[in-house]
């Protein structure tokens, strides 16, 4: 009977011990709730990843916590939440340029959230059978995965529909313009500007990043970031051009040639119009024979009377040490150091003696060095006969520079005789009368705030006399003949090119 009363015990204890077991398990699996420490969040390792298909994957920052919530609310948190990222707006500003900014949601620009396997896990709490139910609820993960990416090439193409024409501007050099009343005008360069993409959508990610670490869109705070443009300058910039030093006009100095027969004027305004806007670099040296290179192919050169052997004789070229010496008594009056210069063997009319610069085709040239530290542009002016030459670039506008020029000796004209049938025997019959000589010497003095600082001489020149001809009987044999195989004299050429 003990017995018998053991078992029924048992069978009772057993049976109300399933009875609880049982109503235990179906409460646990008929809870309306997601599971404590349960979050929604994208998988980590795997962000930043670029995809074929041009997606980035995202990291979702601070995880999105679901547990404890019944599942609607669980599912609406997860809508909302993916909803307001979606809709969270980002404008692009484009500071420093004139152009528009831009507002676009997330969505719009690419950003994609896939909740589909967070809503699946958290619905399958409430789905089939109680014990399958109650071992899913017990094996539910702590991570639900929710999947961020960025389409590239969705934001890429939203990007360029905006902005996509600043790739194709081009960069525009500055300039500088000499006007006509001498001022020197600057006109700025133009940048161009292109869409630095990779930059661009590295920022905004970040951005989006940080946003989903501070609560996962919960704050939905307006994101502003600065459009990722690169700069292309010009190779010419303004602040480059004017580092040049081209600042004013620093001295003009001008000859006239109204007396020329046409020739010598073809001559001198052909030569001036290739030196015009002729350009050194500091410390550059000029040479004049390059100029007479480059007007002998543009423009030629016609007959004009030119100084042979120290007489005025027809030949080619007449007229161009007219535009060396005007460029020579400019140079000298900004402080410029002569490295190759000469006087002509006879004065000439339209400068002071001293203050000439000759040019003889492979016997003597004119040469200077730009010493201002500075580029020195040069440019000329042919108007009614007069020539002009201006120079262009820096020098301190307290200093200037005076030349004087003195006449330290006077050669007396030698006599030359000729036979003449006109002279009678025994006598002489003046044919022309001579001219004489001059050694001159040329000073520069500087001035500074119109005091005298320095004074130097700057050259020695000196001018042949012009023999006075005599014509005298002739006699027997030929007292003027060269004898025989003697050199033939020296034929040099000045103010004039060999053709």
Not at 417 to 437: D, Q, Y
């Amino acid at each position: 009977m003990k017995r018998f009363h053991m078992v029924w015990m048992i069978l009772i204890a057993a049976l109300l011990a399933y009875s609880v077991g049982w109503g235990l398990i179906w409460v646990y699996t008929h809870r309306n709730t997601v599971p404590d420490g349960a979050y929604a969040s994208s998988d980590g390792e795997a962000a930043h990843q670029l995809l074929s298909n041009g997606e980035q994957r995202l990291t979702s920052g601070s995880p999105l916590p679901l547990g404890g919530l019944s599942i609607d609310a669980a599912l609406q948190r997860l809508n909302e939440r993916s909803e307001s990222l979606k809709k969270l707006s980002l404008t692009l500003e484009a500071n420093g340029t004139k152009v528009l900014n831009k507002t676009w949601t997330l969505e719009q620009l690419g950003l994609q959230i896939d909740t589909k396997n967070a809503r699946a896990a958290i619905a399958r709490l409430g789905e089939g059978r109680m014990w399958d139910k109650a071992i899913y609820r017990w094996s539910f993960p702590d991570r639900l995965d929710v999947s961020l990416t960025w389409n590239s090439r969705v934001f890429e193409k939203a990007v360029r529909s905006q902005w996509g024409y600043l790739d194709a501007s081009t960069p525009i050099n500055a300039s500088r313009e000499i006007t006509s009343d001498d001022q020197v005008v600057y006109k700025p360069h133009q940048n161009a500007y292109r869409l630095n993409m990779e930059a661009l959508l590295t920022n905004v990610v970040k951005a989006v990043e940080a946003e989903l670490n501070a609560g996962w869109g919960a704050n939905a705070k307006p994101i502003s970031l600065p459009l990722a443009i690169s700069v292309v300058h010009p190779n010419v910039t303004l602040e480059r051009l004017k580092a040049e030093g081209i600042e004013r006009m620093i001295t003009s100095f001008s000859t006239d040639f109204r007396s020329s027969g046409e020739g010598r004027v073809h001559n001198v305004t052909a030569t001036a119009n290739t030196l015009h806007d002729w350009k050194l670099a500091p410390g550059e040296e000029f040479d004049y024979r390059k100029v007479i290179e480059a007007t002998r192919v543009k423009y030629g050169f016609r007959e004009a009377p030119v100084i042979l052997n120290g007489e005025l004789v027809p030949g080619i070229g007449g007229g161009i040490c007219q535009v060396s010496s005007t460029l020579y008594s400019a140079a000298l009056r900004i402080g410029l150091h002569m490295t190759e210069r000469r006087n002509h063997s006879l004065p000439v009319s339209y400068l002071p003696k001293g203050q000439d610069a000759t040019f003889a085709e492979g016997a003597i040239n004119f040469k200077f060095k730009n010493t201002t530290g500075k580029h020195l542009i040069i440019r000329t002016e042919v108007r009614n006969r007069i020539l002009t030459i201006k120079l262009f670039g820096s020098m301190p506008k307290n200093v200037r520079y005076t030349i004087d020029s003195k006449t330290v000796k006077v050669i007396d004209p030698p006599v030359k005789l000729i036979e003449s049938a006109a002279a009678v025997p025994g006598g002489r019959l003046l044919i022309s009368t001579g001219k004489a000589g001059y050694v001159v010497e040329t000073y520069r003095t500087k001035y500074q705030d119109d005091r005298a600082v320095s004074r130097e001489r700057i050259s020695r020149d000196t001018y042949k006399a012009q023999p006075a001809i005599y014509g005298v009987a002739p006699e027997n044999g030929d007292p003027g003949a060269v004898p025989e195989g003697s050199p033939p004299p020296r034929q040099l050429i000045e103010d004039g090119v060999n053709e």
